[in-house]
């Protein structure tokens, strides 16, 4: 394999990438004003984002930044009045961006939509009209249980710009995960597709709603269902409506809700690789401050770019990155529906070349899954339109890094390690593209953020060791609460250390500040003692030539407390003549790679490992079956 330069993994990573000159000089905020944002954070943060909040259109300015009077319950920018979809569109109709390209979008068949921002402002004024005529109120919720097709962008608009509540779910769920989510929000509406594209096939989603919808789901009046592919669809009287049907009659004006700045925008149950789904609930007005401030900043948006962010809509990537951050900042935004191997591996690389992208943000699930078919795919387009790539959701591998910015980023464009949450709402770790680059580390936080790792008892560890990841201040994008289930958010995040946020996750800052983010903290080791992070055992395994993915999970261990157990997924083609001997190599391997403490008990071979269907690895699933334990909720496992 060519990236065999890339051996070190996460532990001992300690490889600098400086950006190109001409990156810096052209960065929207440069090296003198990052400077001062920091000054002016670190002595007065509400300052900060107030001077961020005055990018945006408001209908009335506040009355105060941040109201903690009753915390954890923050309220930003008090008394103001605001509607996110009037700076997503509204305010663009007025300027030259009205004929821009907002969207993007290609299906998997191949077929293309292409949509300004006038046109998708008459789509959305039709729908949101139609919604109105259904009895949708301010504050309803709207689930949507939508495929990849630029009807999702219209219904979240749609719903959001008269006051209603959207609350998506994931096509990937099953009826049982609808049904649960449907019933927790009380939704009136559903909004879904008949079927989509993907693999090659055509996934019947209608089915599902019917499923979901067979008993309890009182609160629901109307199935809006846009037609997308060819499936015989069933349709139920009095409850079900085509979309086009729907929104042929309607004007395609309709006025912007005036909503508090607190108003409810979007609830958004947690990707949940534990427990009961949490209902993460997001306002107009900190959210729409967070997250247009993250974006133009740390993706550098110009006006000639064109964004790609491979999330679906169904996440908060896709809320935030595909749709509601992009659109206020008024780039182009390009959505993709279908597998990213159909119908070859070089699917991706060629919507790059075609559209001529310029920002492509993913995840290094799929960077390593794309890795492993080799880079003769990237080879075979013209990736040179490409100036900044990003990677979030999980540590990226050093691994993954290099490769991703050899063969896709022609080793010029800086990767913009993302750390953030569902719970976060916009980035909050993250470099920008003038930072001196780290693979595997997110860098340092944002402006405005105050980040650090703690020990047990909230003190700052020193450099080097590993603690827990807190936020000291809040921030305007942060959730507000859970969803009916105030108590459960005030446990979750901010009972640990009162007046810290408890983000979950397990991290370490080196000494020059830069946070190197391990896991969560239930995927964390403690092996003799020591703490180890899952993630860097799975980095150094798959820094071997040999595996293309792995999974670690902790086993006791009599003597040890705890060891390490490893699943592998080998490479496509890897010939393996002695599985024995292979095991002992990459035990010794990652001996070798992270130290002594890193002790792999046992190594096991597999074709697939179970993921949620945002990719992450269900590593409580892989220790409920190895230690013959109850498996627990599987809702949101891919298959
Ligand atoms: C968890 C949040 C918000 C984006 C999608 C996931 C992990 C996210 C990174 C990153 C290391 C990351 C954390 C976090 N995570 N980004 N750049 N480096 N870890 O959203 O489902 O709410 O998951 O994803 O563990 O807590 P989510």
């Not at 990573?13 to 920091?38: C, D, S, T, W």
């Not at 689930?143 to 509540?165: D, S, T």
């Not at 790792?453 to 080097?464: A, L, Q, S």
């Not at 006791?556 to 393996?576: H, Q």
Request: overall charge negative.
């Amino acid at each position: 394999m060519e990236t065999k330069g890339a051996l070190d993994a996460l532990l001992h990573e300690e490889r600098v990438f400086r950006p190109l000159p001409q990156l810096v000089i052209e960065a929207n905020v440069n090296p003198q004003e990052y400077a001062e944002a920091m000054k002016l954070a670190s002595e007065d943060y509400l300052k900060y984002w107030e001077e961020a909040a005055k990018e945006l259109d408001w209908f009335k300015k506040w009355d105060q930044v941040l109201d903690d009077s009753d915390a954890p319950f923050y309220k930003w920018f008090v008394g103001a009045k605001c509607n996110i979809v009037y700076n997503a569109l509204d305010r663009h109709i007025e300027t030259a961006n009205k004929n821009k390209l907002a969207l993007i979008w290609e299906g998997e068949p191949g077929d293309t939509k292409k949509l300004t921002y006038y046109e998708l402002y008459r789509a959305v004024n039709r729908l949101a009209n139609a919604l109105k005529t259904l009895g949708v109120q301010k504050g309803d919720r709207v689930v949507l249980y939508m495929p990849p097709l630029p009807e999702i962008v219209i219904a979240m608009l749609a719903v959001a710009k008269i006051g209603a509540v959207h609350s998506m779910v994931f096509a990937g769920f099953s009826a049982k995960a609808l049904r649960d989510r449907i019933t927790d929000a009380e939704a009136k509406i559903v909004i879904t597709a008949d079927g989509f594209y993907r693999n090659g096939k055509v996934v019947n989603l209608k089915k599902v709603v019917d499923e979901a919808l067979v008993d309890g789901c009182d609160s629901v009046d109307t199935v809006i269902v846009v037609h997308r592919a060819s499936v015989e669809t069933e349709m139920v009287d009095m409850r079900d409506v085509w979309y086009e049907d729907l929104v042929r009659q309607e004007r395609p004006v309709c006025p912007t809700e005036v909503m508090d700045s607190e108003d409810m925008l979007f609830l958004l149950y947690s990707s949940g690789t534990t427990g009961k789904p949490k209902g993460i609930v997001h306002t107009h007005g900190g959210y729409m401050v967070g997250v247009h401030r993250s974006l133009k900043w740390v993706f550098d948006i110009k006006p000639t770019d064109i964004f790609w962010c491979t999330a679906d809509a169904g996440w908060i990537t896709g809320h935030s990155y595909v749709v509601y951050g992009p659109l206020m900042v008024g780039t182009t935004t390009v959505m993709y529906e279908g597998h990213p191997l159909y119908p070859q591996a070089d699917r991706l690389w060629d919507i790059v070349e075609r559209y001529g992208i310029t920002i492509f943000y993913t995840a290094p699930t799929l960077i390593r899954m794309l890795m492993r078919f080799g880079s003769q795919y990237p080879k075979k387009h013209d990736l040179s339109t490409l100036r900044l790539l990003g990677s979030v959701g999980e540590p990226i591998n050093p691994e993954a890094w290099v490769w991703f910015y050899t063969n896709v980023g022609r080793s010029e464009c800086p990767i913009m390690d993302t750390w953030w949450q569902t719970e976060t709402g916009s980035f909050m770790i993250s470099p920008l593209p003038i930072t001196l680059l780290k693979p595997g580390s997110a860098t340092k936080p944002l402006p405005g953020i105050e980040a650090d790792v703690v020990d047990d008892d909230g003190n700052p560890v020193p450099p080097g060791k590993g603690g827990l990841l807190v936020i000291k201040k809040p921030w305007p994008s942060m959730l507000r609460t859970l969803y009916k289930n105030p108590e459960r958010y005030k446990k979750t995040y901010w009972e640990k250390f009162p007046g810290m946020y408890l983000a979950g996750d397990v991290a370490r800052k080196d000494e020059d500040g830069y946070f190197w983010i391990q896991g969560r903290s239930d995927d964390v080791l403690n092996i003799a003692g020591h703490r180890i992070g899952t993630a860097e055992l799975e980095s150094a395994l798959v820094a071997h030539e040999a595996v293309a993915e792995a999974a670690v999970i902790g086993v006791p261990d009599k003597i040890k407390g705890e060891v390490a157990k490893a699943f592998v997924i080998l490479n496509a083609g890897y010939e393996v003549t002695d599985p024995d001997k292979l095991i002992t190599e990459l035990k010794s391997h990652v001996r070798s790679e992270l130290g002594p403490v890193a002790v792999i008990k046992s190594i096991e071979f597999k074709d697939k490992l179970p993921k949620t269907r945002s990719g992450k690895i269900m590593r409580r699933i892989l220790r409920a079956q190895e230690l013959g334990k109850e498996i627990g909720d599987t809702s949101t496992l891919e298959d």
